[in-house]
């Protein structure tokens, strides 16, 4: 009786031994496998092509919208894509420039004037840019920046100051000019018929004759000017 108790737990002791050692091999097995399928995963996962960048439409068409510290101003552009990377444009806007020394003063009936002001100058730029996107591969396509460079000529219409406004137009002089801007900007969102952005840019035009009276003896052969501008328009 006491032989066959001792047999059973021998078998008994011997069985659970070996699921334990059963259980042990298999374990060190998937840890000695795993660092191995993890690198295979990784491997699958770099040869799995990253995602292109979204073909948008070639020409665009649209609106800007200019703030300075001389005003409001207002243009229009036509843009050409070549590449992915690079845009070409044609812009022409018109705004009001200011002088450093321009000062706004109110009256009591709430009339604004200049003191010293001569003139009311407003420029009109032609200009043929470039725009060059950036890290198209690190963003999503609904945040697209690029660096942005135009040249071109200008014209500029000094009207009197004392003159109301729409009538100073009728002494009104002009001015020929060349000049340019670099700046920087982004387009948003993912549609490819409507076009919105916003860009920021350092314009400069010097004058060919011997440049405009904004203030009273104070003759300007260049004028630089920082705008801020929003794009609307459509893509085709």
Known sequence: MYLINTTKFNIF????FERKRFKV??????????PAVLIYSQKIGEFA???PPMEFPRNSLGVNLLFSDGGFGLGAFYMRKFSLKLKGSLELSFSEAKG????EYYDYYGNSFVVGKEN???LIPLNVGVRY????????DNLRPYLMAGFGPAVSISTPYKEEFFASFKYSKFNFAAGGYLGFGANFGLSKKNLLGLSMKYSYIKF????VEQMTGVIKKEIGTFFLELNIGMMY
């Open 13 to 16: 002791y011997t069985s659970i």
């Open 25 to 34: 091999k298999t374990f060190v097995k998937i840890f000695l496998l795993l």
């Open 49 to 51: 092509p990253e995602k």
């Open 100 to 103: 450093e020394r321009e000062f």
């Open 120 to 122: 009311r100058v407003f």
């Open 133 to 140: 996107r950036l890290f198209e591969k690190d963003l999503t």
């Open 208 to 211: 060919f004759s011997e440049g």
